[in-house]
Nanobody, 124 residues
């Protein structure tokens, strides 16, 4: 079974850069058949797709985040990392990494792989 797991700080100060890493382990997967991305869910709200990239390095982000999102893929470590710059309290959310068949993620799909999520709070 393929597993994805998020890691990173649970608390970030406003104006700083949030960095979260997703580690892929536990099984075999065709990396080039998926988009590798990040989705978040603020308290009491729905899922918000942040961005994703292909195994070949093409990157796409949600324009609503005003280019604050970037993703890097370290194939040797089977890890990809989210960086979200200039965070504010409105960025407080549960953050998920996922391998998905569609780029823009609106719902969870049974054929996709999701991490369990990690809580990130932006506060001074």
């Amino acid at each position: 079974q393929v597993q994805l797991q998020e890691s990173g700080p649970g608390l970030v100060k406003p104006s700083q850069t949030l960095s979260l890493t997703c580690t892929v382990s536990g099984g075999s997967i065709s990396f080039d058949l998926y988009y590798w991305g990040w989705i978040r869910q603020p308290p009491g709200k729905g899922l918000e797709w942040m961005g994703g990239m292909t195994y070949g390095g093409s990157f796409f982000n949600n324009p609503s985040l005003k280019s604050r999102t970037s993703i890097s893929w370290d194939t040797s470590k089977k890890q990809f990392t989210l960086q979200l710059t200039s965070v504010t309290p409105e960025d407080t959310a549960v953050y998920y990494c996922a391998a998905t068949r569609e780029l823009v993620v609106e719902t969870r799909d049974k054929d996709d792989y999701w991490g369990q999520g990690t809580q990130v709070t932006v506060s001074s």
